[in-house]
């Protein structure tokens, strides 16, 4: 009987029930809960490569990767070598009194790589990186507003976090608060979207008539190069030069959050892949290849204000030893063998995207696949290229998307928040081959539920006073709701007929 029971534990979610039951007596929930979703619970074990095993002994396929640190994937044993060696020596410094040798190497690391570089500042989180360089620029320019966009994260507190673009062409173009905005929070103070302007990406007039207009009042300009947090879209041809052009016409300070594209494009990220040196830059996630670990960098005029005390930066863990030996780590195995990591992440990216295509073209799918190097979004929509948040509330299908998610779940693959599949130089081609084989199946059940398959069909459908629809084609699963809902409330029936 015993052995019986034990058998039962080892095929189903046993423990991962157990700690799901204890984690709700003591925890609040996930530790992160932006774009929160009611998913099932998973407790992580271990992990390689770009697969993660939980403690039921389930293999998941990870193409989150911690939401984009993990530029080696799980495990990478050069990558975990250093830090071992890291750990034997030194953990805790007090960043305000003592430093390491290896804060200098990381720094020189970024100084070389980045365009914009000139002096960097470490920090411990993306979100402290950008509140660091709002500070700055405010301090540099004696001007208070910064400009803000549409489908843009620059990280969790309360006067970045969402919004409502504001419409009207007469009032400041201050965000407003909207519940239904997936961004939205309560508690936010009541005077954070006073600090800036929000705008439409991508749109260069309207951010010229913006800086026109309220050039004594802005301070900044900050943006992603590439709006890896918005569904990928990447900027049009120019558009980052002509903010430049206007940000050193108008004396505002030009920022760009490299939180996702820093390191992960390239060593000089998405300024040096668009060739636009901003005056400022933020970086996250991949710069420590997954230990926790940001920066600002960049004008030596503008970084003179921290190192007069003009403007205080302070933090427990900024420059934390640990993070800055993986840091070190991290830049030099980026540079390795004449970049070869970055050749892996195009080679596996590019069959990733091509095989990705080609699985939904044959269930039937329409899917626009685009990104940069390291990411990419997958949205079900027949736009050829999407340039804006815009773009795609008009013409995505988000309900689809939702639902999608759901089957891949169900088949153990795990895509980032947003839609977003994150390449890592650790991926290996077992690792992308069973992610495809998975995605074929949760693409197949898909098509099953959001479309009629067999098209020589029609669908009557018959109200019981005798209201008929002929459908002579196939609805999606979503069309063919509404419709129902149209017929008269009393009880429906739903016939399918042979039009042979």
């Known amino acids: 009987m015993n052995k019986m029971i034990d058998s039962d534990k080892l095929n189903s979610n046993f423990k991962t029930d157990q700690l799901a039951q204890l984690a709700s007596r003591v925890l609040s929930g996930r530790q992160s809960n932006l774009r929160a979703a009611d998913e099932p619970p998973v407790f992580l074990e271990r992990g390689q490569g770009q697969r993660v095993w939980d403690v ?94 549409d489908g843009h994260y620059h990280g969790w507190i309360d006067n970045v976090l969402g919004g409502k673009r504001q419409e009207s062409a007469d009032a400041p173009p201050h965000a407003t608060e909207n519940s239904a905005d997936p961004m939205h929070t309560e508690g936010r103070s009541t005077t954070a979207y006073q600090e800036s302007f929000k705008l439409p990406w991508n749109d260069i007039d309207a951010l010229r008539k913006v800086l026109e207009k309220y050039e004594d009042q802005i301070a900044l300009v900050l943006m992603e190069g590439v709006m890896t947090n918005g569904g990928c879209c990447i900027p049009k041809p120019g558009y980052l030069q002509q903010v430049r052009e206007l940000c050193t016409k108008h004396n505002v300070v030009f920022c760009m959050d490299e939180v996702i594209t820093g390191f992960r494009m390239g060593l000089g990220g998405a300024q040096e892949h668009y060739n636009v040196v901003p005056d400022l830059a933020t970086f996250g996630k991949a710069i420590a290849g997954g230990m926790p670990l940001a920066a600002v960098a960049g004008k030596a005029e503008i970084f003179e204000l921290l190192r007069t005390n003009r403007v205080v930066g302070a933090g427990t863990f900024n420059a934390a030893p640990l993070s800055m030996s993986a840091g070190l780590a991290t830049m030099q195995m980026l540079a390795k063998d004449g970049n070869a990591a970055y050749q892996r992440i195009d080679a596996m990216q590019t069959k990733f995207m091509s095989e990705f295509r080609l699985r939904a073209l044959k269930n039937n799918q329409k ?105 002579t084609s196939q609805p999606s699963l979503e069309n063919l709701l509404t419709l129902i809902d149209t017929m008269p409330m009393r009880q429906r029936e739903l016939r399918i007929g042979s039009c042979r």
């Open 56 to 149: 039921d002994g389930r293999e998941l396929v990870d193409f989150a990767i911690g939401m984009g640190p993990g530029i080696w994937g799980h495990n990478n044993s050069e990558y975990t070598a250093a830090l071992h060696q890291q750990i034997d020596k030194l953990l805790i410094t007090a960043s305000g009194m003592h430093q390491t040798e290896n804060e200098i190497l990381l720094a020189q690391k970024i100084v070389e790589y980045v365009p914009c570089a000139e002096k960097v500042r470490f920090v411990t989180t993306g979100s402290e990186a950008v509140q660091m360089a709002i500070r700055l620029a405010r301090a540099h320019t004696g001007k208070h507003l910064f400009i803000r966009f």
């Open 367 to 471: 899917v626009l696949v685009q990104g940069v190097r390291g990411v990419f979004c997958v949205h079900f929509t027949d736009l050829e290229v999407a340039w804006s948040q815009a773009d795609l509330a008009a013409h995505a299908d988000f309900a689809k998307s939702k639902r999608f998610r759901a089957l891949l779940i169900e088949q153990g693959v795990y895509a980032g928040r947003g839609d977003r599949y994150f390449v890592s130089a650790g991926m290996s081609q077992e690792d992308l081959d069973i992610g495809l084989l998975r995605i074929d199946k949760a693409l197949a059940l898909l098509s099953r539920e959001f479309s009629v398959p067999n098209k020589d069909f029609n669908l009557v459908l018959l109200g019981k006073d005798g209201d008929v629809k002929l459908l």
